[in-house]
């Protein structure tokens, strides 16, 4: 920040906080929207689920033709939806509505894949003590997988900070902003670049950080020691 203007700092804490605002809402949406989806879907593969099977697997096509899409087409693609619905077509609105749709489809898969990567007999087990649905996955299933959910969710969190970097083309502002409109096309602006990349990268790390030590308690608490 020593070597910016006033100006540049200013456009550079704002920027911050328009990314953060930004990962916080998508976050709150994708986890919460994708768990519930992605523990449907590992449920159906384990059985669990034997009706609505027509629903679940339409479900998982949606998921995939999301994820397919690159995230450029994607939010070209949002444009027309938010501008019908929300009455504006850049900003803020379109680009969480954008963050969202990839993140629920991320997060979806990764659960999934999280839950299937349990032990089998871990059913069977629940099925014995006479377990219903919900203690199925509150007692058994969320308890063994708590830790590879918590990196699971450490992982979507990166890949939306990734993606809410090029959100600035529909207007979402934020660090991507600065660092590729500001910072790259202005031939003064290599120092506001390499300043946003580095809080980009910093902002990585305290979330993987936090994510690792998280799911390596849960483990050794798990493990009982």
């Known amino acids: 920040m020593i070597l910016l203007t006033i100006a540049e700092q200013t456009q550079l804490t704002k920027a ?3 990314t953060i605002r930004l990962l916080i809402w998508s976050a709150t949406i994708s986890l919460t929207l994708g768990s519930v989806i992605g523990m449907i879907l590992a449920l159906y593969e384990q ?9 679940i697997q339409t479900l998982s096509i949606i998921v ?4 397919s899409v690159p995230f450029v087409l994607l939010m070209v693609i949002i444009i027309p939806f938010s501008f019908n619905i929300f009455g504006t077509s850049i900003g803020f609105i379109p680009s969480l509505i954008a963050l969202s749709m990839i993140g629920v489809a991320t997060v979806s898969r990764l659960v ?3 839950v299937i990567d349990l032990n089998p007999n871990i059913y069977d087990l629940a099925h014995a003590m006479g377990a219903s649905k ?8 969320f308890v063994e997988a708590r830790a590879s959910l918590i ?9 939306l900070l990734a993606y809410s970097s090029v959100v600035y083309i529909i207007g979402g502002g ?3 902003y600065t660092a590729i409109q500001i910072g790259y096309y202005s031939p003064v602006g290599q120092t506001l670049m390499w300043m946003s990349t580095f809080i980009m990268v910093l902002i990585v790390q305290v979330i993987q950080l936090l994510g690792n030590i998280f799911a390596n308690y849960l483990n050794k608490k798990k493990r009982g020691f």
Request: glycine share 6%.
């Open 16 to 18: 911050f906080f328009e």
């Open 64 to 67: 995939s033709i999301i994820r």
């Open 134 to 141: 919900i203690q199925l996955l509150i007692n058994f299933i």
């Open 174 to 176: 934020g660090l991507g």
């Open 47 to 55: 059985k669990v689920f034997k009706r609505y099977r027509l629903f």
């Open 151 to 159: 990196l699971a969710y450490t992982s979507s969190l990166v890949s």
């Open 112 to 114: 999934e894949q999280s």
